[in-house]
């Protein structure tokens, strides 16, 4: 059998590692990327850390509106899979690059498999969570990380195809933790001391794209006395460069350039507490037992809230204050709810059947 997977952006990158390492004792993968994400710090450095297999073919579609982004993806991608026939087109998560990849693969008959289906944060005004609905939809093989990913596509009516394989981020997250402690050296580097420093990304478009919104989270973290560490996105520091709020940022908070994910890792894991509005960070969070405060009114990674490891907040500078301060896990409880690794070897071993 021959897979194509379609990837574009940072967290596909991660997602994907693992589960080339395991498609590849069975059966032929071509690699397509998009070039949603093209900036060394987003793109090649995963590729080189994590040892993923150089793109087959590259599209170069780079930024743009969602329409011309998803568009000229789906366009370029139908033309490859015409020429290369694979029996599978594999997509990852919630990005255009996904959608444009299961949209092309459906069209031209060819099955598809969804990895992260079934993940909803019930918010349509999020593209993300169009993005999901509509893929998991025109999908094939459904690889839910949870339990709860699987009851969503249930109710939608989504029964065939459906497989409860765990998160492929606890792959890739085992795979790697004891490699990022031995080779990151990002503490000593940023002059920082386990325990004593906040991590904080930001990059949903609710959160930079708004004005007001970006200004309250710059604005409370200017007023915190905390040592805080911000990797900005590149989507981040075009609106806060936009909106003048760069040099007031830079001025009270260690704003760093995106890392590599052995550097995130590590810097993660020795965090007191991370501040987010990524969804795969919310999730590393709680694998890593790190309290987690989420800049979001909503979540498609629930059980990390109702756990008590996460807490969601709305947009407002002193609430978001309050709750970076106040919020602790609000009890021990702690379960494999992502699975305990090995995620990559079943959906594997699922498509194989
Ligand atoms: C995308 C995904 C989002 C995911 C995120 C992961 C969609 C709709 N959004 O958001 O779900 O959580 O990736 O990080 O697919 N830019 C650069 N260099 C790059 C990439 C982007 O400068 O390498 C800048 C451009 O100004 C671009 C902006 O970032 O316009 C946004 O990039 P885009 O890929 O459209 O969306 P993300 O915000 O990265
Ligand atoms: N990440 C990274 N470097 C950074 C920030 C994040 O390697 O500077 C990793 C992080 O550990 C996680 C993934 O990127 O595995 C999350 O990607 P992102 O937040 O961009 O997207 P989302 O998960 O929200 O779609």
Known sequence: MKIAT????????????????????????????TGQHYDY?????????????????????????????????????????????????LVYGDT?????????????????????AGLRSFDRSMPEEVNRVLT????????????????????????????LTGDVMVDSLLHNKEIAESRSGILDELGLKSKEYIVATIHRA??????????????????????????????????????????KLRASVKLIKPLGYLDFLKLMNHAKKIITDSGGIQKEAYILKIPCVTLRENTEWIETVEDGWNMLVAIDKDNIIRAIHQFQPSSVKHKERFGSGGAAGKIAKYLAE
């Open 206 to 247: 609710s959160n930079t794209d708004r004005k007001e919104n970006l200004e309250s989270i710059v604005n409370a973290f200017c007023e915190m006395e905390e040592i805080i560490v911000f990797p900005v996105h590149p989507r981040t520091k075009k609106y806060l460069k936009k909106y003048g709020l760069f040099d």
């Open 96 to 116: 255009n690059s996904t959608l444009a990849g299961a949209l092309a693969g459906a069209k031209l008959g060819i099955k598809v498999a969804h990895v992260e």
């Open 6 to 33: 379609i990837v574009g952006a940072r967290p596909q990158f991660i997602k994907m590692a693992p589960v080339s390492r395991e498609i590849r004792k069975k059966f032929k993968e071509l690699i397509i990327h």
């Open 136 to 163: 998991d939809h025109c999908s094939d093989f459904l690889f839910c990380p949870t339990e709860t990913a699987v009851k969503n596509l249930h109710r939608e009516g989504i029964n065939d195809g459906v497989y």
């Open 41 to 89: 710090e987003m793109d090649r450095i995963f590729f080189e850390e994590l040892d993923i297999p150089k793109p087959d073919c590259h599209l170069g579609v780079g930024s743009g509106t969602h329409g011309y982004q998803t568009g000229t993806m789906l366009k370029k991608i139908e033309e490859i899979l015409i020429q290369e026939k694979p029996d599978l087109v």
